[in-house]
């Protein structure tokens, strides 16, 4: 059974960076494109990030496009997300996630999740 557990979350100022990994494990990683989504408090989930299996392609929310970077190792099943001039409204609980189809954009064709990592931007 795929497992993801995410980590780097914290409180950061609004301008700040930050950086998410996600580990994964039980099962093959370069068959599975992998994704970040996140939950701003009140909303519904959302696609943030994607990157395809061998990481040829990367694609974004408009709302993060150019302030965010996500990437993988497939030597270490590891993805991260690089997140640059964060602001308030990126506020968020930010899952890692996993799906065997490429270009997924929506946070519901993704299979597998992680727990959750807090982000929280300060203005």
């Not at 068959?31 to 990367?58: C, D, K, L």
Request: glycine fraction near 10%.
């Amino acid at each position: 059974q795929v497992q993801l557990v995410e980590s780097g979350g914290g409180s950061v100022q609004a301008g700040d960076s930050l950086n998410l990994s996600c580990k994964f494990s039980g099962g093959t990683f370069n068959n599975y494109a992998m994704g970040w989504i996140r939950q701003r408090p009140g909303n519904e989930h959302e696609f943030v990030a994607g990157v395809r299996s061998t990481n040829e392609m990367s694609y974004y929310a408009n709302s993060v496009k150019g302030r965010f970077i996500i990437s993988r190792d497939n030597s270490k099943n590891s993805v991260f997300l690089r997140m640059s001039n964060l602001k308030p409204e990126d506020t968020a609980v930010y899952y890692c996630a996993a799906t065997r189809y490429t270009g997924r954009t929506s946070y519901t064709e993704y299979d597998y999740w992680g727990q959750g990592t807090q982000v929280t931007v300060s203005s």
